[in-house]
């Protein structure tokens, strides 16, 4: 299969690129190679399977698609950005830059699409009130966050929420720019697919670390602001309380996720999308994770500083059984080992590439 994958010289990206690669396939790379995912000094030298161009760039798609059998998109700004002065580059690169290359896809006759989705799409993830069932609360007052007080609350009687496992079903709630742009490009890549019979799958990745993340710079996950912050000998600051849930998952393993939706999304139906979430099966706290990554990396133990931001959720934690009953996907990488690897591995030095 000769797949082009945008954004195939980033973190995922490229880990996707070497899994294509070993398991036969031919990868292409468009990746217009951002300042604030590679660094002001990235490297351009010639390399057969990469295009630099932004996918926004129409002539660039059209060439990049040439004898393409699937795209596999990944390009995308990610994280919460510094505030909202972003919003325009965020809509710009991930919602234009998704239309410009599911047009060209339209055009060239490309008719598989794999999706870099996130788990950001549901806002804050699956609850239960003891009294009440499953109910969805609101955001959370800045007031409630400003007192210390972190857990969502019943919307009917103000208890306590139990945070569960969020599956695929589950109504969509984006809660900030960059959540709003992924679920916008599900939409778009949806309409594509009923648009030209195509077949589009999105993966809802949930905190994605390992070897190779972007070191220094606030486009980029918690996992990579801790190691960061290891890196300089400096201790972690774990915002709230710490006890927030996360579902981390190994970057080999949402690559080997891509492969495997690869081969399954020519078997949907045409017009057909599906979404999966990607996700470990291991819900852990962000105390829990800053923890064993200063341990392991024999640093400064974290701070848990009481900080707060608006555009967070408290808990998200995957359901990921779909993707392993329909795809027969299976993460290889435990919390522990992957913590520990991740520890030591090196980051993408944001200063020089």
């Given amino acids: 299969m000769r797949v082009l994958v945008t954004g195939g010289a980033g973190f995922i990206g490229s880990e996707i690129v070497r899994t294509l690669t070993s398991a036969g396939h031919e990868a292409v790379v468009l990746d217009a190679l951002l300042p604030s995912a590679h660094g002001e000094g990235a490297d351009r030298r010639a390399d057969s399977r990469l295009i630099v161009a932004d996918v926004r760039d129409r002539e660039a798609v059209d060439r990049a698609l040439r004898g393409i059998d699937a795209v596999c998109h990944q390009a995308a700004m990610v994280g919460l950005g510094k505030d909202f002065a972003d919003a325009p580059q965020y809509v710009g690169c991930n919602d234009l830059g998704t239309a410009v290359l599911l047009a060209a896809a339209a055009a060239a006759g490309v008719r598989s699409l794999v999706l870099a ?21 609101g955001p959370r ?32 709630d984006p809660r900030n720019v960059y959540a709003t742009t992924k679920l916008a490009q599900e939409h778009l890549a949806s309409s594509w697919a009923r648009a030209t ?26 996992a990579s602001f801790f190691r960061s912050a290891l890196a300089r000998g400096e201790a972690p600051q774990v915002f709230e309380d710490g ?22 999304v020519a078997g949907l139906r045409p017009g057909g999308f599906a979404a999966y979430n990607t996700g ?39 359901d990921s059984r779909r993707l392993r009953d329909e795809l027969g996907w299976k993460p290889a990488v435990g ?19």
């Fill in 117 to 137: 989705g996130s788990m950001v799409v549901y806002g804050e993830g699956r609850y239960d009130c003891r009294l009440h069932g499953p109910v969805r609360p």
């Fill in 141 to 172: 007052a800045q007031s409630d966050l400003a007192a210390g007080r972190f857990e969502p609350l019943c919307p009917s009687c103000g208890t306590e929420l139990t945070p569960g496992l969020v599956g695929e079903d589950a109504p969509v």
């Fill in 197 to 222: 019979g195509g077949r589009a799958l999105s993966l809802r990745y949930h905190n994605v670390y390992g070897p190779g993340m972007p070191r220094d710079t606030p486009y980029a996950g918690v």
């Fill in 243 to 264: 006890a927030q849930r996360r579902d981390f998952v190994h970057v080999r393993d949402v690559a080997s996720a891509n492969a495997l939706a690869l081969e399954a």
């Fill in 280 to 318: 470990s099966g291991e819900p852990h706290t962000i105390g829990e994770m800053a923890a064993a990554l200063a341990s392991a990396h024999g640093g400064p133990a974290p701070v848990v500083t009481g900080e707060y931001r608006l555009g967070d959720v408290r808990h998200v934690t995957a």
């Fill in 335 to 353: 919390f522990a080992e992957g913590m520990a690897q991740f520890a030591a591995a090196p980051q993408r030095d944001m200063a020089t590439s």
